[in-house]
């Protein structure tokens, strides 16, 4: 087994921004694909379809910004090891804020339980 270091934790984290960023791309796209169902027709629709272009636009420019970031993650893969102090590796601050991204990791993974959940009832729905 390898030794690890932060240049191989920052490449094995790398997968967090680009999985993001297809997300982001995969919402735009369902956001451009649902105006197929806006009645142009209708003046009404007109506001929706104005909101759905910006985050269409919007998501796909973020979602290019987290590959790119995830690209430059992954490329310091072999990013030689300083030499870290331990004692500050257990400071408060470091553990604080490790400590409050796990916390925020199983945030995320309840919200994607539940986003998951609705839209499984979703495409039922669609599917019948």
Same mark, same amino acid.
């Given at each position: 087994? *390898?030794?690890?270091?932060?240049?191989?934790?920052? !490449?094995?984290?790398? =997968?967090?921004?680009?999985?993001?960023? %297809?997300?982001? !791309?995969?919402?735009?796209?369902?956001?451009? =694909?649902?105006?197929?169902?806006?009645?142009?027709?209708?003046?009404?629709?007109?506001?929706?379809?104005? !909101?759905?272009?910006?985050?269409?636009?919007? *998501?796909?420019?973020?979602? %290019?910004?987290?590959? #790119?970031? #995830?690209?430059?993650? #992954?490329?310091?893969? %072999?990013?030689?090891m300083g030499r870290h102090d331990p004692v500050a590796l257990s400071s408060p601050p470091i553990v604080e804020a490790f400590a409050?991204? =796990?916390?925020?990791?199983?945030?995320?993974?309840?919200?994607?339980?539940?986003?998951?959940?609705?839209?499984?009832?979703?495409?039922?729905?669609?599917?019948?």
């Amino acid at each position: 087994m *390898s030794e690890q270091t932060c240049g191989k934790g920052l !490449a094995e984290h790398s =997968v967090f921004p680009a999985r993001f960023g %297809d997300f982001l !791309a995969a919402m735009a796209q369902n956001l451009e =694909v649902h105006l197929i169902a806006l009645d142009p027709a209708d003046q009404t629709t007109q506001p929706e379809r104005n !909101a759905y272009l910006r985050l269409t636009r919007e *998501s796909r420019r973020i979602a %290019d910004e987290l590959r #790119a970031l #995830a690209a430059e993650m #992954a490329s310091y893969r %072999d990013l030689p090891m300083g030499r870290h102090d331990p004692v500050a590796l257990s400071s408060p601050p470091i553990v604080e804020a490790f400590a409050k991204f =796990v916390k925020l990791e199983r945030e995320l993974l309840g919200l994607l339980e539940k986003s998951i959940e609705r839209g499984q009832q979703t495409l039922a729905h669609a599917r019948r």
